[in-house]
């Protein structure tokens, strides 16, 4: 007998020897983790003729090469009646579609507008500029439903979707702004919250704020959608910290992530991280840093990081901040995924 298991556990051994590296790293805890990328400009990059390289050279698939590099994630933005179409709705389940056929998990991004929001402009699209509230409430219901269910046609099933990008001060101002009427803020979020599940009921809703480090701000927020009868999953965050005080951010973003966990009982989703384009050991350290302490969170509440938008090189539309050299092939700051 003793014979018979040493000869299974031989076996068992040269089988996990015979397995490749990344098959020998693979756990539970790896499958569940996203480790994303925010990609929404590829398709755009891609029609201006942006091609991406891998290491050595040699062109590849944007995605595929994500993919190599350790991404298992895709987060897309989504705009309503944006002037070119690029992250309209068309364009998002394109690439959504293409995204989750190479078998990546899909973060989808509402950011109830035409154009970019953010904590300094969240502008209502022009369509609804002269909507009454309640007006407003049912076109942010309509729309939210109108593009997960031109997914759902297309067999893509997001596994997230944010209502609202970094929502600091609430969404489609003056109505939505929170300091000004923290339960008209609300009472959109919930709408939105309300459709996602209509459609998905098994995605998980992200409220999403940036300065991950800021633990006031993000009371103040989670606190006012609490308090005012909002149900959602996930809190989101961005943390875009400079070279020399990631350390410092990353440190007070554990203490705001243990915080929320503590307060709300959610889940926590780094969803944009970027760092120079032209730093890329620090920001390799950095994401690095911060994947170990996202996951360190209790319970496995801790359910990914993403790059915002990585492949960006050449100072694409002016950013500075990706993952990928002036040759576009993809910098040390990508390693950290792998």
Not at 78 to 92: E, L, M, R, S, T
Not at 102 to 118: E, Q, T, V
């Amino acid at each position: 007998m003793k014979v018979l298991w040493a000869l299974l556990l031989f076996c068992v051994m040269m089988g996990a020897c015979d397995k490749k590296p990344e098959e020998q790293l693979s756990s539970p805890l790896a499958d569940n983790f996203a480790k994303g990328s925010d990609i929404g400009w590829l398709s755009e990059m891609e029609s201006k003729g942006i091609k991406f390289y891998n290491s050595s050279g040699q062109q590849q698939d944007c995605i595929d090469l994500l993919k190599q590099l350790g991404i298992n994630a895709i987060r897309l933005r989504v705009w309503v009646n944006p002037v070119n179409g690029w992250c309209g709705k068309q364009d998002v389940i394109n690439q959504a579609v293409r995204a989750s056929q190479k078998g990546m998990r899909i973060l989808i991004d509402f950011h109830y507008s035409d154009y970019w929001a953010d904590p300094g402009k969240q502008n209502k699209p022009a369509a609804w500029k002269t909507l009454s509230f309640a007006d407003l409430n049912t076109a942010l219901a309509a729309h939210t439903k109108e593009v997960l269910t031109g997914l759902k046609s297309n067999n893509v099933q997001p596994e997230w979707v944010q209502v609202g990008n970094e929502i600091n001060d609430g969404l489609l101002w003056e109505e939505g702004r929170a300091s000004k009427s923290m339960p008209q803020f609300a009472t959109l979020v919930k709408s939105g919250c309300t459709a996602v599940k209509e459609v998905f009921p098994q995605a998980k809703v992200i409220i999403h704020v940036s300065n991950g480090y800021n633990n006031a701000l993000f009371r103040w927020i989670m606190d006012g959608l609490s308090q005012n009868g909002v149900s959602w999953d996930v809190i989101g965050m961005s943390l875009y910290p400079s070279v020399n005080d990631w350390q410092l951010k990353n440190e007070q973003c554990l203490a705001n992530m243990q915080d929320m966990i503590n307060r709300y009982g959610k889940e926590i989703m780094i969803a944009e991280v970027g760092m120079p384009v032209n730093q890329p050991n620090a920001c390799k350290q950095f994401i690095s840093d911060l994947i170990s302490k996202t996951r360190s969170l209790p319970g496995n509440k801790g359910l990914g990081v993403f790059y915002w938008e990585p492949q960006c090189y050449n100072g694409w539309q002016g950013y500075q901040l990706g993952a990928f050299d002036d040759d576009g092939r993809p910098t040390a700051a990508m390693d950290a995924f792998r």
